[in-house]
């Protein structure tokens, strides 16, 4: 597993660097790695306490990195994922009855842990929920599935083309669609460009509505 912190924005990228440039580095490091090791080693999990890297165009770079990745479609407070003895003392555990890791399942378990969290802090807390919008969004991605998901976005694309369905209508549904420059303690109040992200989810009700 790799786990990648500092300041994200979705296809921009983090740590200053794009998620093109930030695959290759990845990619390059790993088989330099396996290069000296005589191995085939690769990551199960990639894991991103960064924001809004939860994001398609962000997404589909990374999907020869790793087989998961975990990111949050939202902004990402800096101590959201805290709570690694926890996460930690489960791998170990699991190695110790000599089961294999298995990085899905174990990016299923951090996920639900979090929206547990979430859930359990807006119930109980919720002056403090502000502070932990961004796991309702944590994802765990299979990277197999996102050229699936690209074909469908361009089958989609083609039929608004077919159909000719005008710019006005597609970006009105756009402006509609849910986006994440809201919350309190959210950097896109300072920073505009991430109110530009939109939910993809959301984006398709609206189209389907319209």
Known sequence: ?????????????????TPIEMARAIK?????????????????????????IGNFETLVEYKDVADVT???????????????????DGISKVLERGEPYDGKQFAYDVVDFYRKQNTEIKENFPEFSQWKEAMATLSAVDNKKLD????????????????????????????????????????????????????????????KES
């Open 28 to 52: 390059q490091g790993v088989s330099g790695a396996n290069r000296e090791t005589k191995r085939d080693d690769h990551f199960d999990v990639v894991m991103f306490n960064s924001c809004y």
């Open 70 to 88: 975990i990111a949050s479609e939202n902004y990402s407070k800096g101590n959201m994922m805290a709570h690694w003895t926890i996460f930690l």
């Open 1 to 17: 597993m790799l786990v990648i912190g500092g300041h994200g924005g979705a296809w921009m990228g983090a740590l200053g660097q």
């Open 148 to 207: 699936d998901l690209a074909q469908s976005f361009k089958g989609f694309v083609n039929s608004l083309m077919e159909n000719k369905i005008s710019n006005k209508d597609l970006f009105n549904a756009v402006k509609q669609a849910r986006d994440y420059a809201s919350p309190a303690m959210n950097p896109s109040m300072v920073m505009g460009f991430y109110d530009t992200i939109r939910d993809l989810g959301d984006f398709m009700d609206k189209i």
